[in-house]
């Protein structure tokens, strides 16, 4: 038989243990977690739309309308007027011809990425990206190339060594865990010149990035033709659950019948699709969320700087304090608790060995008295709890 107590006793030793928290009640910046009202600053909920009236009203229409379940896949008789709907609103949302939903993020990555590269092709990647790609890349069977974190010299390298056959850079376009920004420009035109394609998981910046939400590409200015595959998903910023690729007809219709999390799952519930329908009308009708973002982000540095605190070069919503050790990060996650505000210690193997950090995360919902009260509960962090156990 297994014996599975070795590994979870591992893990304890090395204080990667990582224990559910069961929150209650609508979702938002305060609720209570296992019973004890908390002011989160770790939710990807960046616009403040997972709990907001008119996607729950939009869900609820949807249900009426289609009942729960999509009953099969979208090839069977999953495919709804609604999943069309979203799908060409997706598409006119991120300028591109057709657009494709998948049921999560993860999916969507790999069955993209193993939909385009096969053996004898090469998937061209940054060290940090997210784990559904380097998933994706083994179960493509393509030659995986690892570049340095945001580093063109360093992807044009990797790309230069790469054999014949197809060749594709992948990136995020903001870092989960470090919420800074790809070189998307350089690695476009390195791709332009190295003869590749470029892929962008835009997870962290689609509804937050950019002058009206299209995130990293506008940010950047890069078109469908830099550009020419990008994924988004729909459980971030857009408040719901689901994701997408966008991009040509002919990668679409390749998606549609090489992706296998595609053809071999059940299409997401219509009702959701509803949801993110109104999400995308919420994005586009409300500005003020992502500037409430701006000015959130741009107050915390400015004070956390003048606290000395531990700051990552991020200029997005996601800001990271780097702790180090992993015993570090839990006792300051802790501290934080004890004075009523959540924000999960991130440890290895989320981020790499002697990194592990405090996550913090803004939702446009955050009022500046919340913002003070983290501040005020970061400026009485214990300075080296844990440090050398
Ligand atoms: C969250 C995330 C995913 C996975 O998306 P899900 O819809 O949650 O499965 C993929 N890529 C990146 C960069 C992410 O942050």
Redesign the pocket.
Known sequence: MFDLSPGLKALDAAHRRRTLRVAAGRHGVERPVDGRPLLSFCSNDYLGLAGHPALAEALTAGVQEYGVGAGAAHLVSGHTEAHQALEQELAAFTGRPRALLFS???MA?LGLISALLGRGDTLVQDRLN?A?LADAGILSRAKVRRFAHADPQAAEAALGQAPAGRRLLAT?GVF?MDGDLAPLPQLARICTQGDAWLMV?D??GLGVLGATGRGSLEHFGLDAKAVPVLMG?L??ALGVF??FVAGGDELIETLIHRARSYVYTTAMPPALCQAVRAALRLTAAEPWRRQRLRELTGRFRERAQALGLPLMPSQTPIQPLLAGSETRALAWSRALEQAGIQVTAIRPPTVPEGQSRLRITFSAEHTDEQLDRLLEALARLPESAGEGA
């Open positions: 999560t993020g993860y990555n997210h559904s995020d989960s998981d997870a962290h998903t459980g971030k689901g994701a």
